[in-house]
């Protein structure tokens, strides 16, 4: 029991992130991150607001549902859009203050692999860490990956609101082209977070407000204009029609992919809490705040383009239907463009948000040498506001050589985002699992405590993701019967999996020491 005790630092954080005068700074920070056993080596340049500002971004709701809005269409239609969408942000509420009561405790850039780590009793930690650092490594490159070749298929789905004379796209959209265009995406968003890191925070400010416009222009303009009509409230709330080929109740749930992607970032400002200046309050209120902003954002965006909707029998043959729901709605290709621009840039911002914060998962799982290469990946350059470039750029390499896929797989997209909620979701659930398993004792004291909701937010998120994991493996519609529209996320995830468990037997089993103690 003398080495679990010692793994139990709550009186002592307290005590670090508390100056003379009861407040905190960034001095009482890198002490805090000191006591931890980590030298602080990045800039600490963003306060409470600018967190939560980064965070949404990370999630860019409007947009990561507009992108992934042709799985609610084919899973239940209106109630699967509107009401999957209230089921899963009260979920990830859940999920949001589980990982913040820990995270308070342990507040790093290991996020949910070092609390793992430290949760963990000493006869499993260094195999529990582990699978759960790559998890959390796999879901943020993944999820990186899904946001950049999402931005690629929407620009694409915005350009073709313009047709030819005889209704013809004006952009093929050949699977070359698509590449072309998303690694261009890729290359701007490593080159913005590297080069304008000082800057990032009044970027994340400024796509609070753009945001809302931008919302509130398409909710406007789309209920004003309605030039094809509009529902009545009752087809809107109850109307269910499911065209995935599953059984009604399963269908409903697969469609859950659409919100589950746009929330699946809830966890990712972890890998910030190094540039943050009171991590240990910061971060948690952060983490739930934009949960619950995020929800009324969502609801802002989807009941007015459901109050629109066209047949839905013409929406599921798109890829990307948004674009053809507003441009339904106002009744002109110029217009729709127009505003559909806002969920564009707000489409780029939140690629670089994720760009960044990945870097610093990789960066931090590096530096506990758990990744091939890691003297390498763990470095960071000064010279460029304390960037952990090497590990950005390791991130930027594995998302172009996964991107490739498109070109054998129109449903590349699928595997991408799939991938990405399921790794991040049994990431978040990992610490929290070993939490209840220790019977909460750690987190009992801390700075944001749950009290006695803590079991049942522990037990909703762990619940939550014993549903996500085998559920986006499955195709969204059945039968199969075109192989380039399967769903691949099993596939890429094995993938990860046997590199993870290769590099373990190679090297981890002898050498790996995990965080510092």
């Given at each position: 029991m003398a080495d679990f005790d010692k793994k139990k630092p709550i009186s002592t954080m307290d005590d670090a992130i508390r100056t003379e005068g009861g407040d905190t700074g960034v001095g009482s920070a890198d002490e805090l991150l000191a006591s931890l056993g980590y030298t602080p080596e990045m800039s600490r340049n963003r306060s409470t607001l600018q967190v939560a500002f980064m965070s949404f971004v990370l999630a860019s709701i409007p947009y990561g549902l507009a992108t992934t809005m042709y799985y609610p269409l084919v899973g239940g239609g209106p109630v699967n859009i509107i009401w999957g969408w209230v089921a899963v942000s009260l979920i990830i509420i859940c999920v949001a203050a589980s990982l913040g009561e820990i995270t308070s405790v342990y507040p790093t850039a290991g996020g949910v692999y070092y609390q793992t780590w430290m949760l963990a009793p000493p006869s499993w930690r260094r195999i529990a860490a582990w699978t759960c650092g790559w998890l959390f490594v796999v879901g943020n490159v993944t999820i990186t990956l899904a946001v950049n070749f999402g931005t690629t298929l929407f620009l694409v789905g915005c350009i073709n609101v313009f047709q030819t004379p005889d209704g013809e796209d004006v952009f093929a959209g050949e699977p070359y082209q698509v590449f072309l265009i998303f690694l261009g995406l890729t290359l701007l968003c490593n080159a913005v977070s590297s080069l304008g890191n000082r800057w990032l925070p009044i970027l994340d400010t400024f796509a609070i407000f753009w945001t809302f416009a931008g919302v509130i222009a398409i909710m406007v303009c789309v209920l004003a204009i309605a030039k094809e009509g509009r529902h009545d409230a009752n087809w809107v709330f109850t109307h269910f029609e499911v065209n995935s080929g599953w059984t009604p109740g399963w269908s409903f749930i697969v469609g859950l992919l659409h919100a589950a992607y746009a929330t699946s970032s809830t966890g990712m400002i972890i890998s910030m809490c190094e540039e943050v200046r009171e991590p240990a309050t910061q971060v948690p209120k952060a983490m739930v705040l934009t949960v619950c902003l995020n929800t009324v954002a969502g609801l802002m965006f989807m009941i007015p383009l459901v109050f629109v909707l066209p047949d839905i029998q013409e929406l599921i043959l798109l890829a990307q239907p948004v674009p053809v729901i507003v441009k339904t709605a106002v009744g002109n290709s110029g217009g729709a463009f127009?505003?559909?621009?806002?969920?564009?840039?707000?489409?780029?911002?939140?690629?670089?948000?994720?760009?960044?914060?990945?870097?610093?998962?990789?960066?931090?799982?590096?530096?506990?040498?758990?990744?091939?290469?890691?003297?390498?990946?763990k470095q960071i350059n000064h010279k460029l506001d304390d960037v952990p470039f090497n590990a950005m750029m390791l991130s930027m390499a594995v998302q172009i050589i996964l991107g490739v896929i498109y070109f054998g797989s129109s449903a590349a997209f699928n595997a991408f985002?799939?991938?990405?909620?399921?790794?991040?979701?049994?990431?978040?659930?990992?610490?929290?699992?070993?939490?209840?398993?220790?019977?909460?004792q750690v987190v009992s004291?801390?700075?944001?405590?749950?009290?006695?909701?803590?079991?049942?937010?522990?037990?909703?998120?762990?619940?939550?993701?014993l549903l996500a994991i085998p559920l986006f493996c499955m195709p969204t519609t059945v039968p199969v019967v075109d192989p380039t529209t399967m769903n691949y996320a099993s596939v890429v995830f094995f993938a990860f999996t046997m590199i993870s468990v290769g590099w373990y037997v190679a090297w981890g089993r002898k050498h790996y020491k995990g965080p510092p103690m």
């Amino acid at each position: 029991m003398a080495d679990f005790d010692k793994k139990k630092p709550i009186s002592t954080m307290d005590d670090a992130i508390r100056t003379e005068g009861g407040d905190t700074g960034v001095g009482s920070a890198d002490e805090l991150l000191a006591s931890l056993g980590y030298t602080p080596e990045m800039s600490r340049n963003r306060s409470t607001l600018q967190v939560a500002f980064m965070s949404f971004v990370l999630a860019s709701i409007p947009y990561g549902l507009a992108t992934t809005m042709y799985y609610p269409l084919v899973g239940g239609g209106p109630v699967n859009i509107i009401w999957g969408w209230v089921a899963v942000s009260l979920i990830i509420i859940c999920v949001a203050a589980s990982l913040g009561e820990i995270t308070s405790v342990y507040p790093t850039a290991g996020g949910v692999y070092y609390q793992t780590w430290m949760l963990a009793p000493p006869s499993w930690r260094r195999i529990a860490a582990w699978t759960c650092g790559w998890l959390f490594v796999v879901g943020n490159v993944t999820i990186t990956l899904a946001v950049n070749f999402g931005t690629t298929l929407f620009l694409v789905g915005c350009i073709n609101v313009f047709q030819t004379p005889d209704g013809e796209d004006v952009f093929a959209g050949e699977p070359y082209q698509v590449f072309l265009i998303f690694l261009g995406l890729t290359l701007l968003c490593n080159a913005v977070s590297s080069l304008g890191n000082r800057w990032l925070p009044i970027l994340d400010t400024f796509a609070i407000f753009w945001t809302f416009a931008g919302v509130i222009a398409i909710m406007v303009c789309v209920l004003a204009i309605a030039k094809e009509g509009r529902h009545d409230a009752n087809w809107v709330f109850t109307h269910f029609e499911v065209n995935s080929g599953w059984t009604p109740g399963w269908s409903f749930i697969v469609g859950l992919l659409h919100a589950a992607y746009a929330t699946s970032s809830t966890g990712m400002i972890i890998s910030m809490c190094e540039e943050v200046r009171e991590p240990a309050t910061q971060v948690p209120k952060a983490m739930v705040l934009t949960v619950c902003l995020n929800t009324v954002a969502g609801l802002m965006f989807m009941i007015p383009l459901v109050f629109v909707l066209p047949d839905i029998q013409e929406l599921i043959l798109l890829a990307q239907p948004v674009p053809v729901i507003v441009k339904t709605a106002v009744g002109n290709s110029g217009g729709a463009f127009g505003l559909l621009i806002p969920l564009l840039v707000l489409a780029i911002i939140c690629g670089i948000g994720c760009t960044t914060a990945t870097s610093r998962c990789i960066y931090a799982f590096a530096r506990d040498g758990a990744i091939p290469g890691s003297k390498l990946w763990k470095q960071i350059n000064h010279k460029l506001d304390d960037v952990p470039f090497n590990a950005m750029m390791l991130s930027m390499a594995v998302q172009i050589i996964l991107g490739v896929i498109y070109f054998g797989s129109s449903a590349a997209f699928n595997a991408f985002s799939g991938v990405g909620v399921i790794a991040l979701t049994a990431s978040y659930a990992t610490p929290i699992v070993v939490s209840m398993i220790n019977r909460r004792q750690v987190v009992s004291t801390a700075s944001f405590s749950l009290g006695p909701f803590g079991w049942f937010c522990n037990i909703v998120a762990t619940c939550w993701s014993l549903l996500a994991i085998p559920l986006f493996c499955m195709p969204t519609t059945v039968p199969v019967v075109d192989p380039t529209t399967m769903n691949y996320a099993s596939v890429v995830f094995f993938a990860f999996t046997m590199i993870s468990v290769g590099w373990y037997v190679a090297w981890g089993r002898k050498h790996y020491k995990g965080p510092p103690m």
